[in-house]
């Protein structure tokens, strides 16, 4: 069975301390990875999509990396207008279907 | 002009009601989702709709009808509402069912049982 993992659930960092997100994957023809944030009250906001193995997107202080079982989002001195939920989802299968299989997230606080 | 709109941003109903959510989008795309998210944020997939027909029909009870009158809009009916009903739901489109496509959700519609 398809499965998305993250890692940490929580994490708190002091403004200006970088760190990292992961999201393992156990899927069945990784079609597309795909990272979202969201704010308390409102829906999921796309950050990133990842398709293969090496690739790498960056926005702003966000970078986001794909490996054949995991990937990771990497935050350089977070500020605390970072502190959201983060969502890793992952397309998979032969099916083309859109349907997308979320990990349970991570909620990031940034202290100032 | 809000690209995914859902309504009512909150329902708080007794258990045994009917309800409605509707979901309605300005981006032109051909496939609609519902997606429940649980009370530890945990998204899953419910149905979806690419081009007004059904393509995804998840484990849900078919006391939940989603409905597609065009491709701009995607309503959830729930019949004989339960205490576990109560989540957020998400209604969500993309481009197409394509990998590449990006899903965009609305805000939500958080559902209280009582």
């Known amino acids: 069975e398809d499965q998305v993992t993250q890692s940490p659930e929580a994490l708190r960092l002091q403004e200006g301390e970088s760190s990292s997100l992961n999201c393992s994957y156990t899927?069945?023809?990784?079609?597309?990875l795909f990272w979202y944030r969201q704010d308390p009250g409102k829906g999921p906001e796309f950050l990133f999509t990842?398709?293969?193995a090496g690739e790498e997107k960056e926005k702003e202080r966000l970078k986001a990396t794909l490996t054949k079982k995991e990937s990771f989002l990497h935050i350089t001195a977070p500020k605390p207008e970072d502190s959201a939920t983060y969502l890793c989802a992952v397309q998979a299968g032969s099916g083309n279907t859109g349907k997308l299989i979320f990990g349970q997230g991570t909620t990031l606080q940034v202290k100032p | 002009d809000t690209a995914v709109s859902q309504t009512p941003k909150y329902l708080v109903t007794q258990m045994g009601n009917d309800k409605s959510i509707k979901c309605e989008q300005n981006?032109?795309?051909?496939?609609m989702y519902w997606y429940k998210q649980d009370s530890k944020k945990f998204l899953k997939i419910m149905f979806s709709?690419?081009?007004?027909?059904?393509?995804i029909n998840e484990t849900v009870p078919n006391r939940f009808s989603p409905k597609s009158p065009d491709k701009a809009h995607l309503n959830l009916h729930i019949n004989s509402l339960e205490l576990g009903d109560s989540a957020v739901y998400f209604c969500a489109s993309s481009l197409s069912t394509l990998a590449k496509n990006i899903q965009y959700f609305g805000a939500g519609t958080r559902l209280s049982v009582l």
């Open positions: 981006l032109g795309h051909d496939t």
């Open positions: 990842l398709y293969s």
């Open positions: 709709y690419n081009n007004k027909e059904l393509i």
């Open positions: 899927v069945s023809g990784l079609r597309g």
